[in-house]
């Protein structure tokens, strides 16, 4: 059972433009989310995170949107750079009753292109 | 944030024989966790390691195939034993920082096993 789910394997865009990833869950008691960027040989590498009190957090180029009712979460990078290209993954957990592991999904792999 | 390094970075191994992958935080956690990312999946929890107990295995993975040591609150080791060819993979150490919130990986062990 796939809780955790990013739908598109890879996603292209060009320099400068908007890069938007997407991630959706099933698990309703999922309540803090955060997304991953990994190169190859090297451990991933966190770059926000949001609560469920939440529906935006912003980090720079980085925004986190959450949307509790649809159970989709999605990460807009703003502009794009060639060095974005990475595997990027959304992690999830339940924080209530103590820690819960995270549950992360497939990943989708981003290319900038310049 | 905290600095994970893992020793080694990677390694090739005969079928049969065991590794055992070093995990060092620059700061004292509670929480350390050992995942696996086989070729082209996500990252899947191995165990959970904290200090002065038993690792808790997840489903799916024993103490007898990968044994767990947390000898102190910086420092982790994982044997991956009696391997195969199957355990080949990244092998990833993790802490929990931030308030018990944020989740950081070391750069990883490539492992393949011949």
């Known amino acids: 059972d796939q809780q955790v789910k990013q739908n598109s394997p890879s996603l292209s865009v060009q320099e400068g433009r908007i890069s938007i990833l997407n991630c959706d869950y099933t698990?309703?008691?999922?309540?803090?989310f955060l997304w991953y960027k990994k190169y190859p040989a090297e451990g991933p590498t966190f770059l926000i995170s949001?609560?469920?009190?939440?529906d935006k957090n912003e980090d720079g180029r980085f925004t986190v949107f959450l949307n509790k009712s649809a159970k989709h979460l999605s990460l807009h990078i703003v502009p794009s750079q060639p060095g974005d290209s990475a595997v990027y993954f959304c992690?999830?957990?339940?924080?209530?009753?103590?820690?819960?592991?995270?549950?992360f999904g497939t990943g989708t792999r981003l290319l900038v292109s310049p | 944030s905290a600095v994970i390094s893992q020793k080694p970075s990677r390694d090739i191994c005969q079928r049969g024989t065991s590794l055992t992958i070093q995990c060092q935080v620059d700061?004292?956690?509670?929480?350390m966790f050992w995942y696996r990312q086989q070729p082209g999946q996500s990252l899947t929890l191995i165990a959970t390691?904290?200090?002065?107990?038993?690792?808790?295995?997840e489903s799916g993975f024993v103490i007898d195939k990968f044994p767990i040591s947390r000898p102190n609150l910086t420092f982790s080791t994982l044997t991956v034993s009696n391997m195969s060819p199957e355990d080949s993979s990244i092998y990833l150490c993790?802490?929990?920082?931030?308030?018990?919130?944020?989740?950081?990986f070391g750069p990883g062990t490539r492992l393949t096993v011949t």
């Open positions: 993790s802490v929990l920082t931030g308030g018990g919130y944020e989740q950081y």
């Open positions: 698990n309703s008691m999922f309540d803090y």
């Open positions: 949001i609560s469920s009190i939440k």
């Open positions: 992690a999830a957990r339940s924080t209530p009753g103590g820690f819960q592991k995270l549950v």
């Open positions: 700061s004292q956690v509670t929480m």
């Open positions: 390691a904290n200090q002065g107990s038993e690792a808790t295995y």
